[in-house]
């Protein structure tokens, strides 16, 4: 059984924080005034800062501390289209491998999904978009493909979390999210592939409609 660490140690708290813009591209973080604000020590918060460096959220500097990553446009976009190729496999992987339970898990992400598209949630949903992902690399039991995918995804997810604040991006998302679990559920690799590819062709539109917001000075995430 796989256990999750907790939401509220020192990793997940500063990942968070960082994921969801309360700091910015290139600020600093100092290990004393994270602590204090965080209320954990700065053992915790130097172990954390160590792992986002891994993931390519925060940049360690040596004798100058740590600073979140800034992560260019051009960057943000090639991610998104290594991420198409890498997630093509893994679909595929997980088409043929996928088990009763898998599809369930799956199943019941896509119902939760469905709700929140009702809701009008948008950031409730890009939580469960990301999870239904982490529920393929799973059942494709593809463990290296898997970890790159894992560390590109965090290392675009500011982006990607204002693109599910896109008018109508949300609807559009479900809809391809059940092609992908439909071929999934078949157990039809090139179904899940092709299904996967288009998605995340639309992930990149829908990243450079919102790049070419954050260049005129629009915002959609809140603070």
Do not use: C
């Not at 993931?55 to 991610?79: F, K, M, Q, Y």
């Not at 965090?154 to 809809?175: K, M, V, W």
């Amino acid at each position: 059984m796989r256990v999750r660490a907790p939401r509220s140690d020192a990793y997940h708290q500063l990942r968070e924080a960082i994921v969801s813009g309360q700091f910015h591209p290139n600020e600093r973080l100092v290990e004393a005034a994270v602590a204090q604000r965080m209320g954990v020590g700065r053992t915790a918060v130097r172990a954390a800062l160590v792992r986002l460096d891994q993931e390519g959220l925060v940049t360690l500097e040596p004798n100058r501390g740590a600073r979140v990553r800034h992560i260019s446009d051009r960057e943000a976009l090639e991610i998104e289209e290594v991420r198409g190729a890498l997630e093509g496999l893994l679909a595929r992987r997980a088409a043929e491998r996928a088990t009763a339970d898998d599809l369930q898990e799956l199943r019941q992400v896509i119902s939760e999904m469905r709700e929140r598209v009702e809701r009008g949630d948008a950031l409730g949903y890009s939580e469960l978009n990301a999870r239904f992902h982490q529920l393929i690399w799973t059942a494709a039991d593809h463990p290296t493909a898997a970890r790159i995918a894992g560390d590109l995804k965090s290392q675009a997810i500011r982006f990607q979390y204002q693109t599910a604040l896109r008018p109508g991006r949300a609807q559009r998302s479900l809809h391809e999210h059940e092609a992908i679990f439909n071929a999934l559920k078949t157990h039809d690799p090139d179904g899940a592939e092709a299904a996967m590819r288009d998605h995340l062709a639309e992930v990149i539109d829908t990243l450079r409609w919102a790049i070419d917001g954050l260049r005129r000075g629009e915002r959609w995430l809140p603070g």
